[in-house]
């Protein structure tokens, strides 16, 4: 292989998938590996792997740059407790104290977790760019040498390395994510038992429930490892509600104060991107169109989703740029004669 340096994936999947793709795009010789072949097989056909191999061992033992763990919690943790190499080894669980745990006998082990994803998943959901200008936390506590190849690798896909305690970790994913994930399964379950508010549901409802449409398997085996974090999370929001509730009562400015202070919170998040809305007809040529103002605008597309009109005819299309973008992006589909939705 020369200077070309080597990677073992194993799980080929939407961040395993993305992960390699990136690194093939890199120039690195990238081997994957799945527990279901058809996932290694499709990521060598979308060309995210150089190939797939059925058993990693004969891989591990001819030596690697490399190795990324990119599989569910338990197998994860199976995966890693079985694993005997001095190689550089990374993990991108969600949970990071029971891998963490389970890899304390790999002596260049890095515990990470790439704060980026998407409702979908397999390999046919991968994308090199997936984690550009992402946060990716990196647990402390790893060989210095092993932590500076991996945070090498984590900003040669475009993420920002973020180090954190694994308890630490784990306390604030169970918050700002694992949670959104319970709540959004919680209020679709709500609406779904009145059909008329489903039939109301725009975008404030459609982006609070947008995780909704995640594979529910993977997520059953994180809320569980994670279980003892998502229940004082659970916890937390429940003591919150309460006071909500209370002040939903009262005469006073209560209310507003904790709306208020959600408010501040929300805004002091600042955003990652700006939105533009664009009304499509139910006519052909409308998404080319789009297109054309993309390639007019040059600007950098971080997100697409398009709401249908409940009965057919057309819909919204909102388009997530950078910052500072959603201008010039706004003049190329008004030149494309398409109707801004404010």
């Not at 029971?98 to 304390?104: D, G, Q, R």
């Not at 994803?117 to 990196?138: I, K, M």
């Not at 040669?156 to 959104?180: C, F, K, N, Y």
Request: hydrophobic share 50%; net charge negative; glycine share 10%.
């Amino acid at each position: 292989m020369g200077d070309t340096q080597t990677a073992l994936v194993i799980g080929t999947g939407l961040i395993g998938g993305s992960i390699a793709g990136g690194l093939r795009a890199a120039g690195w010789d990238v081997t994957g590996h799945d527990a279901d072949p058809d996932a290694s097989s499709t990521a060598m056909s979308l060309e995210l792997i150089d190939r797939h191999v059925d058993d990693v061992a004969p891989v591990v033992a001819d030596g690697v740059d490399l190795i990324v763990v990119a599989a569910p919690p338990k197998a994860t943790i199976e995966v890693l407790s079985q694993l005997s190499t001095d190689t550089v080894v990374m993990d991108v669980a969600g949970v990071k104290s029971a891998v963490s745990h389970a890899a304390a006998h790999l002596p260049r082990f890095v515990a990470t977790h790439p704060m980026a994803g998407r409702e979908t998943s397999g390999p046919t959901a991968a994308n090199a760019a997936l984690f550009a200008g992402a946060t990716w936390v990196v647990i402390e506590g790893a060989d210095p040498s092993a932590r500076i190849a991996v945070v090498s690798v984590i900003e040669s896909l475009g993420a920002t390395p973020v180090e954190m305690d694994a308890e630490a970790h784990d306390r604030s994913v169970a918050l700002i994510s694992h949670l959104p994930q319970l709540v959004a399964g919680g209020l679709l379950a709500a609406a779904k038992a009145s059909p008329e508010a489903l039939d109301l549901a725009a975008g404030s409802f459609r982006d609070l429930t947008r995780v909704g449409a995640s594979q529910p398997i993977p997520w059953v085996e994180i809320l569980k490892t994670n279980d003892r974090a998502v229940l004082d999370a659970i916890a937390t929001l429940r003591e919150r509600l309460a006071l909500i509730e209370a002040a939903i009562v009262t005469e006073d400015d209560t209310l507003l104060r904790l709306l208020s202070e959600a408010r501040e919170t929300r805004r002091a998040l600042g955003s990652p991107v700006a939105q533009v809305r664009v009304a499509l007809a139910d006519r052909p040529g409308e998404l080319a169109k789009v297109g054309h103002a993309f390639e007019a605008s040059g600007v950098d597309i971080r997100d697409i989703q398009m709401r249908h009109a409940p009965h057919g005819g057309g819909g919204v299309l909102t388009l997530s740029v950078r910052p500072g973008e959603e201008g010039a992006l706004r003049l190329a589909l008004e030149d494309e004669g398409l109707l801004l939705v404010p």
